[in-house]
């Protein structure tokens, strides 16, 4: 057939097929760029570092494992935005602070798991196990409510009690704490209240406070070291081992506890009425409704919650007392008339409106948990961005705090609070079906130790001491650098003294 054709036909053929294949490349090109004009409008960019050929993951999983969890979430939504996208040992994230995105995550069913190393959970006992990071949905529902039971009801009408004659017991043994200067660590004074108050709640057995706390201590440091860190470093003995070590000697201290417990009930004739904690869990563990492990866990995870969090929580709120002298007087005399020669056990502390904004306050301008960690079950719409299933979101409440709404943002006023607060924009324990399970009876404890502090003495730390000055990590949550004098105070006797002089000498104590 090609004979019968000339010649410069045949050498017509070879360009037409080059022009074709032209055609066809430009119009591949052109379908391409359609499809990813029609993407884009379809599913807004969000901003956040570039990939960079997969060395944008690299950077910034590195800032949040160097700078830690906190302080990497509030350099990349200041930089980029309220919507953020980076990438955490190699998988997608999304921090959120804008208060209409995280209103949406919190209230949402599709956000109850959440995210974190599967290695790192496994060390710290929280993989499948517990309700903190237990994303096993349906075995976190049922835990849950053996929590919800022993935080509401008798549990919480009990608490008031406990909290007032716990914190009594510390203060008056006060001077053993006390150093040759006149100053008391104070964070590891009310992580012996709080620690206190939650063995007599929940596990009601004999325990050391003194060792506990350590070994608590111990296994937060855990926990913040693991939770994010690649499958490599679970390898590295030497770096690993001191960690497994120390999550190890805590839960083998609750395993220890738990047997003392289960001989107690062993050894009761009847048990009371109203069952604590630990109680109801062992009693489904013999009923083979729970493992030994979760019951364990559970224990745990509801013994080292106060210690970790209220706390320090009580320890900022000291200090921004110390910052804000005029309120700390209006505490008092709202205190004193509430009170009216009453016991702190009995007075009606709904009635103590300033130290309640005061607490709101506190938990908004220096919270110790400043975010949260979730997964998205199933693909979802937030502000118009497609999430995928399975994406890491990461809620800024912090910022969010210090970003809408309030009329003094950047500011610690107690105005902040003078008019209801619509929830959207102030979320400190979370809202929805994973809200913190603990926020009730945390307000009581809250309520009921600074109470009890406050009518017996005015607390001062070192002179020149502040919140900005002292170092502090945001990794897990904010926490004070525990060093020998940085976190030190005096705590002055408000009897010995008349009340109109103890704010003048608070000035210049603590030398």
Same mark, same amino acid.
Do not use: W
């Given at each position: 057939m090609n004979g019968m054709l000339p010649p410069e036909v045949l050498d017509l053929c070879p360009t037409v097929a080059d022009a074709v294949s032209e055609v066809t490349i430009l119009l591949l090109l052109l379908l391409l760029l359609l499809f990813i004009t029609r993407r884009r409008t379809a599913q807004p960019h969000i901003p956040g570092p570039s990939f960079l050929a997969g060395l944008g993951p690299i950077l910034t999983y590195v800032r949040f494992m160097w700078t830690g969890i906190g302080t990497a979430c509030n350099y990349y939504n200041k930089k980029y935005g309220s919507i953020v996208r980076v990438w955490i040992n190699g998988e997608e994230t999304v921090i959120l602070s804008r208060s209409s995105a995280v209103y949406h995550v919190l209230r949402s069913d599709l956000y109850t798991a959440r995210f974190g190393s599967k290695a790192g959970l496994e060390c710290i006992g929280m993989d499948g196990r517990g309700i903190i990071f237990n994303s096993d949905v349906l075995l976190w529902k049922k835990l849950r409510k053996y929590f919800s039971k022993a935080l509401t009801g008798p549990g919480l009408q009990r608490t008031l009690g406990i909290c007032t004659s716990s914190t009594a017991k510390h203060l008056d043994c006060l001077q053993e704490m006390t150093s040759p200067s006149g100053h008391v660590d104070s964070l590891n004074l009310l992580r012996a209240i709080v620690v206190d108050i939650s063995n007599r709640l929940f596990l009601r057995v004999p325990l050391n406070e003194k060792d506990l706390l350590k070994k608590i201590h111990g296994y937060f440091e855990t926990w913040q070291t693991v939770l994010i860190k690649p499958d490599i470093f679970f390898k590295i003995g030497w770096l690993y081992n001191k960690h497994r070590k120390a999550a190890q000697a805590l839960q083998d201290a609750m395993e220890s506890l738990l047997e003392i417990k289960r001989e107690i009930i062993s050894e009761s004739e009847k048990l009371d009425?109203?069952?604590?904690?630990?109680?109801?869990?062992?009693?489904?563990? /013999? /009923?083979?409704?729970?493992?030994?492990? %979760? !019951?364990?866990?559970?224990?745990?995870? @509801?013994?080292?919650?106060?210690?970790?969090?209220?706390?320090?929580? &009580?320890? #900022?709120?000291?200090?921004? &007392?110390?910052? /804000?002298?005029?309120?700390?007087?209006?505490? !008092? *005399?709202? @205190? %004193?008339?509430?009170? +009216?020669?009453? $016991?702190?056990?009995?007075?009606?502390?709904?009635?103590? %409106?300033?130290?309640?904004? =005061?607490? $709101?306050?506190?938990?908004? #301008?220096?919270? !110790?948990?400043?975010?949260?960690?979730?997964?998205?079950?199933?693909?979802?719409?937030?502000?118009?961005?497609?999430?995928?299933? +399975?994406? $890491?979101?990461?809620? /800024?409440?912090?910022?969010?705090?210090?970003? *809408?709404?309030?009329?003094?943002?950047? *500011?610690?006023?107690?105005?902040?609070?003078?008019?209801?607060?619509?929830?959207?924009? =102030?979320?400190?324990? +979370?809202?929805?079906?994973?809200?913190?399970? +603990?926020?009730?009876?945390?307000?009581?404890?809250?309520?009921?130790?600074?109470?009890t502090v406050l009518s017996r003495y005015t607390v001062c730390p070192l002179q020149g001491c502040t919140l900005n000055s002292i170092r502090q990590t945001n990794n897990l949550s904010?926490?004070?650098?525990?060093?020998?004098?940085?976190?030190?105070?005096? #705590?002055?006797?408000?009897?010995?003294?008349?009340?109109?002089?103890?704010?003048?000498?608070?000035?210049?104590?603590g030398n």
């Open positions: 009425d109203n069952l604590d904690f630990a109680t109801e869990l062992i009693l489904a563990q /013999n /009923n083979g409704e729970l493992s030994s492990d %979760n !019951v364990r866990q559970c224990v745990l995870e @509801m013994v080292i919650a106060a210690p970790d969090t209220l706390s320090i929580s &009580l320890f #900022f709120m000291l200090m921004l &007392l110390k910052q /804000n002298p005029e309120v700390e007087l209006r505490i !008092v *005399e709202e @205190m %004193n008339t509430v009170l +009216g020669g009453e $016991n702190a056990e009995t007075i009606d502390y709904q009635k103590l %409106n300033v130290l309640e904004s =005061f607490i $709101n306050e506190s938990l908004r #301008f220096h919270p !110790v948990v400043d975010f949260t960690m979730r997964k998205a079950l199933e693909d979802d719409i937030i502000e118009d961005i497609h999430i995928t299933k +399975g994406t $890491n979101i990461i809620l /800024n409440i912090g910022l969010m705090h210090k970003t *809408e709404f309030f009329p003094k943002l950047k *500011e610690f006023s107690l105005t902040n609070f003078e008019k209801t607060v619509p929830s959207r924009f =102030f979320q400190p324990f +979370g809202c929805g079906p994973r809200s913190c399970v +603990g926020k009730h009876i945390s307000m009581v404890m809250m309520k009921a130790i600074l109470v904010q926490q004070p650098v525990e060093d020998e004098h940085s976190l030190v105070m005096r #705590f002055i006797p408000r009897s010995t003294q008349p009340q109109h002089n103890q704010h003048r000498d608070a000035a210049v104590s």
